[in-house]
């Protein structure tokens, strides 16, 4: 009852690349980075296992960016010339790599860090990609046409490479697939019409758990300013949530700590598996084991006790170490908590 797992991203160590940064400058090269990531990766499967974690993920370590660690592995990107884009609809801006030709992948994405996870650990593992809609939505396009036709097309283009990389990860020996749609809360009527659809596309085919993350982002100041400005109640999730009800990804995630989302829209998600974001990414606060299974208990309120697994609510990637490591031992100490009061 109530396994944990972490969202996708963990910080990276000062002697690999910038720290508490969202897109950080890696501080070696060639072979030399190679191991470095390779190393960071190992620390933090031995760190999420050391807090008593259930579902260990690479940490996103091998990766600048969770989009953009995809994309540098796909032709018909110009990664050279790089422009600045707003992104999730003009939150923030992002010098973002243009599509200028037709997609197709170089070879392998991530088998080097999922082999890796794969040989190091023997509890389950989860791996990250990121999903079709949010790739649309971290690019510039000059190649599909402009408009919503356009973005459909080029989704619909990524999902291919991304099911071709997420049958290969399965192959590796990882045992859920998670893809990370954040745009689906800033698009909702899009993500319902074909959002969903693409997410599907990705996920074609795999016969391992697979599962979507759907977040308010990472705490940097552009989110924390946007979740200021969205009211009392947080709605986002409702319009896509009964799509992914029917659709066939196994578990959905959202954000439950600290969040104002009314937490009876998990009735929509009636069947599937939930991840239940339990620690804040946007605040250096520990949570407290007590906090921690109180959120719990009222998501177990609209969630089956089996059907519910233990979360973040996002990535830790721009966090520091030390804040991580300190929220994944609340995190284990919580669902432990949560497993006492409500068996
Ligand atoms: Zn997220």
Redesign the pocket.
Known sequence: MFPTAI??SLPKPDWLAETQKLWPQWKVRGDELKQAKADATLLWIKTQEDAGMDIIGDGEQSRQH?VHGFLEQVSGIDFENKVKMGIRNNRYDAMVPQVTGPLKLKGRVHAFEAQLARAHTQRLLKFTLPGPMTIVDTVADRFYGEGEEGRIKMAFAFAELLNQEALALQADGVDIIQF?E?AFNVYMSEAADWGVKALERAAQGLTCKTAV??????GIQANVDWKNALGQEWRQYEKVFPALAKSSIDQV?L?CMHSHVPLDLLKLLEGKEVMVGVID?ASDVIETPEEIADTIGKALQFVAKNKLIACT???LAPMSRHVAEQKLNALTKGAELARQRFS
């Open positions: 969202a996708g969770f990370d954040p993350h759907i977040c308010y982002g990472y995630s954000e990414v609510n996002c990535g």
